[in-house]
């Protein structure tokens, strides 16, 4: 958290007011969030005018004059926010990690609890390379449920697991995956390599379904994350088994459980999603 939908909302909130404005000024507070030196970091993107403001996966990607790029991970509690002042901590930033003084006189912050996400500047070639090794947007049309298939009857991971991997699809986070994967009907213990080929079609269909949803939604405020005006998502109302472990399931009225593995809560149904064994 966040994942593609909080990334997503983050970008479409922020494009209008940075497209066509030139960073003027930086400040880093907690320089543990950048991959080189502050004054660096500094050198790399003041005076460097923003051309555009994308996401991949779960990153907000700012195209920069001189061929840079600026990439923002957010991590876990990440946050870009505008802010009035370039200096003060009067504004909605609390934990600002890094500044950016614009030449409008407007201030972008970076704003991070827990400091696990990061901000770097690279070449338009490094970028391009680290893009190349994450997987496939889940949104992208061009992304079908056979390639889908294909990626998962080649894994004996937990399917759960598999679509967490940022280099097998980009931007699913454990959310999404939850929500998605009650939809399909397909357990999230289950290995990847068991996901039958209309389960595969099905899930593509639910993880869009949510993905869309989440994203009209303004993402999924659980504790941390905001948008690019400070507000929360909506989407929270909306989780069908996600951190509803104990409850009823909406479909069946069976309870929704709650299992560790790989380190994350997983949550289903088990009438709704039997476990299967896979095939070895």
């Not at 779960?58 to 840079?68: A, H, I, T, W």
């Not at 039958?196 to 869309?212: F, M, S």
């Amino acid at each position: 958290m966040p994942e593609l939908p909080e990334a997503e909302t983050i970008v479409r909130g922020l494009r209008p007011a940075l497209v066509g404005r030139t960073i003027s000024a930086t400040r880093v507070v907690h320089p543990d969030v950048l991959r080189e030196s502050a004054g660096g970091f500094a050198r790399q993107v003041e005076g460097r005018e923003i051309r555009d403001v994308g996401r991949r996966g779960k990153n907000v990607v700012m195209g920069l004059s001189g061929d840079r790029v600026l990439a923002v991970n957010l991590g876990m509690t990440g946050r870009l926010l505008p802010s009035a002042g370039f200096v003060g901590d009067s504004d909605a930033a609390r934990h600002p990690a890094v500044r950016f003084g614009l030449d409008d006189g407007e201030t972008l912050v970076f704003d991070d609890t827990r400091r696990f996400g990061t901000v770097e500047c690279l070449s338009d070639e490094e970028w391009r390379g680290r893009s190349d090794r994450m997987g496939p947007e889940p949104l992208d049309p061009t992304h079908t449920a056979e390639d889908l298939w294909t990626g998962l009857r080649a894994s004996r991971s937990p399917v759960r697991s598999w679509l967490l991997d940022q280099r097998r699809i980009a931007g699913v986070g454990n959310i999404y995956a939850n929500e998605a994967l009650f939809l399909a009907g397909v357990h999230p213990a289950r290995r990847a390599r068991s996901v039958t080929r209309d389960e595969a079609v099905a899930l593509l269909a639910a993880l869009r379904k949510v993905l869309e949803e989440a994203i009209e939604a303004g993402g999924t405020t659980l504790r941390d994350y905001r948008d690019a005006t400070g507000g929360e998502g909506r989407y929270a109302r909306q989780l069908l088994v996600y951190g509803r472990d104990g409850e009823p399931c909406v479909r069946c009225g069976g309870e929704v459980r709650r299992s560790v593995f790989g380190g994350r809560s997983a949550f289903h149904c088990l009438a709704c999603q039997p476990r299967r064994r896979g095939r070895r």
